[in-house]
């Protein structure tokens, strides 16, 4: 049973060691995007101000429109009323036709103004328009760049984890059941890599630092279970030869609650 129990530790050490690289893969690739969600919100900031400048700048340019239409109205109506002054011969009308064509300068004045401002910002919003569509389509550049080269990368760590899958396979099938291997895979995920670990100084799990009952630790040393989890932290134990026995006292108490907080019960390693 010793021997058959040290193949499978055995085994299960290699699966750790191929399970590590394998979820540092996988924690790699979920971190992967986001240089590109910064440049993505980037751009998408660029493009709405974008939209509202070019907002702006429809406004300006239908008011600017509307202002020389309306200037070119004016000058027109002056210019007739400077005409109808060679054909009155009446003083009274004359008065009232000089007065007209003085309102009319006014207006007109107005309107060149207001024509003159529009125009000024249509060419402000227009320049500035320009100037934002070449930062979008910088950062849309930068954003298809980002995302090839995240392709490039995902397409090389996705064949590293299959070629990780295809070897933890191969392990598997050398004598790891399909229960244990599930189970040691959660637990090699859940305990940052290491799911199998030796008892050192003759009683303590070396994986929480728990002081291990002696009873159960015969039954590891003996292999009166296939396989043994620890109550503490349901890494899977191993008895890895012989040591000298030191004083263990106070050092459950010395770990504090911290180690206890990693304890899980029955039900927890069934849910594994």
Do not use: W
Not at 20 to 38: H, N, Y
Not at 215 to 239: A, H, K, M, W
Request: with cysteine; aromatic share 6%.
């Amino acid at each position: 049973m010793a021997e058959e129990l040290s193949v499978v530790h055995s085994l299960l050490l290699q699966l750790q060691d191929v399970l590590s690289r394998k979820f540092i893969l996988e924690e790699e690739i979920e971190t992967l995007p986001a240089a590109l969600r910064e440049k993505e919100a980037r751009l998408g900031e660029a493009n709405a101000k974008y939209v509202e400048l070019n907002d702006e700048f429809t406004k300006a340019r239908q008011e600017a429109t509307s202002n020389s239409i309306k200037y070119d109205d004016a000058v027109r109506a002056r210019t007739e009323a400077e005409k109808m002054v060679e054909k009155i011969t009446l003083q009274r009308e004359y008065e009232a036709i000089t007065k007209q064509i003085d309102e009319a300068h006014l207006v007109e004045n107005s309107l060149l103004k207001a024509r003159n401002a529009s125009n000024a910002l249509v060419s402000e919003l227009e320049a500035k328009l320009a100037s934002q569509g070449s930062v979008c389509d910088s950062l849309k550049a930068e954003v298809e760049e980002e995302k090839a080269k995240i392709d490039g990368i995902l397409s090389e760590k996705k064949a590293a984890i299959e070629d990780l899958d295809n070897q933890c396979v191969q392990i598997k099938e050398q004598g790891v059941s399909d229960e244990i291997y599930a189970k040691f895979c959660k637990i090699v995920k859940n305990k940052k890599g290491v799911g199998i670990t030796p008892i050192i100084q003759g009683q303590v799990c070396s994986g929480c630092h728990m002081i291990l009952p002696m009873q159960f630790v015969n039954d590891v040393r003996q292999g009166t279970n296939p396989i043994e989890y620890c109550p503490y932290c349901s890494r899977i134990l191993y008895y890895q030869g012989d040591e000298e026995m030191i004083d263990l006292s106070g050092l459950e108490s010395e770990a504090g609650e911290d180690f206890f907080a990693d304890a899980i019960s029955d039900d927890d390693l069934d849910n594994l």
